[in-house]
């Protein structure tokens, strides 16, 4: 199983990006896809998560600002960041939840994705 992480970037504070990550390999099924980030100096945290259902979980700090969505057929999960702020500036990292083919368990991370926000 892979994950492949894109869009991130540079932007101004109040600005926005999407970032998206696509899975792929052999897969029988995802649980959790979500969002984490690592902030220079912090440890990894929760940004937003979606279950197979579609219910959503947000960090307080993302909330009303960041829209976690996802495409079940296309193993694919996407952050819309809008009103970014320069806390906001992390490498992101996607990551998934599920089962493989052979019926065993996995938790994969992307490679990351860095986001950096202007002031």
């Known amino acids: 199983v892979q994950l492949q992480a894109s869009g991130g970037g540079l932007v101004q504070a109040g600005g926005s990006l999407r970032l998206s990550c696509a899975a792929s390999?052999?897969?029988?099924?995802?649980?959790?896809m979500g969002w984490y980030r690592q902030a220079p100096g912090k440890q990894r945290e929760l940004v937003a998560i979606i279950s197979s259902a579609g219910s959503t979980k947000y960090a307080d700090s993302v909330k009303g600002r960041f829209t976690i969505s996802r495409d079940n057929a296309k193993k694919t999960v996407t952050l819309q960041m809008n009103s970014l702020n320069p806390e906001d500036t992390a490498v992101y990292y996607c990551?998934?939840?599920?089962?493989?083919?052979?019926?065993?368990?996995?938790?994969?991370w992307g490679q990351g994705t860095l986001v950096t926000v202007s002031s």
């Open positions: 390999g052999s897969i029988f099924s995802i649980n959790d």
């Open positions: 990551n998934a939840q599920g089962r493989d083919l052979y019926s065993r368990l996995f938790n994969y």
